[in-house]
């Protein structure tokens, strides 16, 4: 089983969530390619994809976005999951329930979940913008990743398709 590992990231921090996913379903015997979305051409080949983004404004960022449109089809047809990431703080702003709006990509996708995990915060590698939307929000600096959370949603994928019985169309 080939697994694609896929995801957009402006400043790092969902490329290293994207790297541990890949880590956790190597570790469980999965053939995994972990990519940046802006490097994908085409899914020839694969059999299952996780897909994420960071999360901006309550938006995934533009390249994941078009990559899902543009790959709904084998999305859609394949096991797909997708994740994103965004909230900072403790407690997390903004909140699980208004972080994302994912609605249409996971119908697009036909994804079997969608998981938010925190993301990490470093002021110094923000442009203008950037710094004024986390003054706004009142965010901090800080890594706010769940590391035993990704790992253990890994471990769930990855029984999902080790399973012949789940690893097809529900």
């Known amino acids: ?3 694609l590992v896929a995801a957009a990231s402006k400043h790092g921090a969902t490329h290293e969530i994207a790297a541990a996913i890949g880590r956790g379903l190597r570790e469980r015997g999965l053939d995994v390619d972990v990519s940046d979305v802006d490097d994908l051409r085409d899914l020839g080949g694969v059999d299952a994809c ?13 390249s994941a976005r078009h990559f899902a449109e543009a790959h709904a089809d084998t999305l859609s ?9 965004g909230p900072l703080g403790d407690p997390l702003k903004p909140d699980e ?7 249409e990509i996971v119908a697009l996708t036909s ?13 110094g590698k923000l442009g ?5 939307v986390v003054m706004a929000v009142r965010a901090t600096d800080g890594d706010y990743r769940n590391w035993d959370a990704i790992a253990a949603w890994a471990g769930e994928i990855a029984a999902v398709l080790s399973d012949p019985t789940t690893s097809g169309d529900e």
């Open 111 to 123: 994804a079997r979940e969608h998981r938010l995990f925190a993301g990490a915060l470093d002021k």
């Open 128 to 132: 203008f913008g950037e710094r004024a």
């Open 50 to 62: 996780v897909l994420g983004s960071a999360v901006y404004v309550g938006q995934w960022l533009a």
């Open 77 to 85: 047809s394949i096991p797909t999951w997708l994740f994103s990431s």
């Open 97 to 103: 329930e208004h972080a994302v709006n994912v609605a």
């Open 1 to 3: 089983m080939k697994v």
